[in-house]
């Protein structure tokens, strides 16, 4: 009988997995997939690297910066800042977020009033001083957030909507303040980017730590049940043998924890990514771009050359371009054509000699993160059982590891050994 099974290894269960491991505890993770990364993986196709689904590093995760060695990951990283297509071309603003009054000065745009940035620095402001547990007090929605700061103009409806939108992976407003605010802090501190190798890296170089520190990872093992078994737990697996441990972690995703578990199926949020190649690319600009041209233009939220912050994303003399568009649950998918034709108007070029390569829907991206922002939830989920994932904490890479943490925490206090920071 092992000590721990982690069933999972995105993010999460990899992260328990290294701290339990390295307490010398005897851990078996196992994993449906075939390969570790759940959310977090890279794929190679025709000499392109393609994430699943556009996402980004931010080095000023607290959780990550614990948990990898950030250099290993050789980040290339994106310019801090957001291109704006308007009615009357193209405006680039440099720090939105990181230095709110900045804007008001450096910007000829007409897309931030002397109002509209005081209102931002209100809104903002909070984020960069207070903890969380702070922010979280009174928690409404972004929108109403927005609304109370008086950040109406079209700073709010041209850039920060747009460019939130991709974030949160909705476009109501519906999204928790704090939480908004907490990811504009992490925004303000770091600058976020991409592995050389792909978002993979990170649950890659994850792995390689547990199985250095003794954990067994089992690719190609779905769990299929779990249940207590005298004094321990076990853990059917699909087309396998049950394995028996004395405790258990789930970390899967939100659309399998209900069946492992019996708990309620978090809500989440839906991205689709269109990944395109092409010749030449259509700015020098590596700044994410978005449509400020108000709200019922779509279906693009955000577009990037990716190449110019991470070249090896792309074999020479091509360029990989990103095009994120929301995909709301029993919704209908942006079609190619409709992406095409947007991207044209954003990008105000030609783009039909573009190849797309692959388009990723992914229905569970991120867990809906709604207000009253939650407190992280107990990883303690029955005895001897344990959940971790980023659905128990915040809707983030540093949600995830922050869960995989405190599940490995509570499981080593319950063992009776002293848990790490
Ligand atoms: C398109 C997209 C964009 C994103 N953008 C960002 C971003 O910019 N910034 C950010 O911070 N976060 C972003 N995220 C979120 C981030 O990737 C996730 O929060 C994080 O990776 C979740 O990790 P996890 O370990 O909680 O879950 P997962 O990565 O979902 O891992 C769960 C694992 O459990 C496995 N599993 C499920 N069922 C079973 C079973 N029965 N038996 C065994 N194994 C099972 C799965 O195969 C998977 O490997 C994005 C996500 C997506 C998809």
Do not use: K
């Not at 209900?258 to 190649?277: E, I, K, S, V």
């Not at 797309?356 to 107990?378: F, G, N, T």
């Amino acid at each position: 009988m092992h000590d721990v099974i982690v069933i999972g290894a995105g993010l999460a269960g990899l992260r328990c997995a290294v701290l339990l491991a390295a307490r010398r505890l005897d851990v078996v993770v196992l994993e449906a997939g075939d390969a570790v990364g759940g959310r977090q993986r890279t794929d190679t196709v025709d000499g392109f690297r393609l994430d699943r689904g556009f996402q980004v590093l931010n080095p000023a995760y607290p959780a990550l910066r614990r948990s990898v060695d950030l250099g290993a990951l050789a980040l290339g990283s994106f310019p801090v800042g957001v291109r704006v297509r308007t009615t009357h071309g193209m405006a680039e603003l440099r720090h939105p977020v990181r230095h709110p009054l900045s804007v008001a000065t450096s910007l000829r745009s007409g897309l931030v009033s002397g109002r509209d940035a005081v209102a931002l620095a209100r809104w903002a402001t909070p984020a960069l001083l207070r903890p969380l547990s702070r922010l979280a007090r009174n928690d409404v929605t972004m929108r109403e957030g927005w609304d109370a700061a008086g950040l109406r103009g079209p700073l709010r409806t041209a850039v920060l909507e747009p460019f939130l939108a991709g974030v949160l992976a909705e476009s109501h407003g519906e999204t928790s303040n704090a939480f908004a605010r907490l990811l504009v802090r992490y925004f303000a501190l770091g600058r976020p980017g991409l592995p050389a190798q792909g978002i993979a890296a990170v649950p890659e170089q994850l792995a390689a730590h547990a199985r250095t520190a003794g954990a067994d990872i089992r690719l190609g093992a779905r769990a299929e049940r779990v249940s207590v078994l005298g004094q321990g737990m076990c853990v059917d697996v699909t087309d396998g043998d049950s394995v028996r441990a004395s405790r258990v972690v789930v970390a899967v995703d939100p659309d399998a924890v209900t069946d492992l578990t019996g708990l309620d199926r978090p809500a989440t949020n839906g991205l689709q990514t269109w990944w395109f190649a092409a010749a030449e690319p259509p700015t020098v600009s590596a700044l994410l771009t978005v449509d400020g041209r108000g709200r019922g233009r779509g279906p693009v939220v955000n577009t990037v050359v990716m190449t110019h912050t991470v070249p090896s994303y792309a074999p020479a003399g091509s360029h990989l371009i990103a095009a994120t568009c929301l995909l709301p649950r029993g919704g209908d998918p942006a079609e190619e054509n409709d992406v095409r034709r947007h991207l044209a108007e954003i990008w105000g070029a030609d783009v039909s000699a573009w190849e797309l390569i692959r388009r990723d829907d992914v229905v569970d991206a991120l867990p809906a993160q709604p207000a009253p922002l939650s407190a992280p939830r107990s990883p303690r989920y029955a005895e001897r059982l344990y959940v971790a994932g980023d659905h128990r904490d915040t809707a983030s890479i540093q949600g995830a590891l922050a869960s995989g943490e405190r599940a490995a925490r509570a499981v080593l206090t319950d063992e009776g050994r002293s848990s790490p920071r």
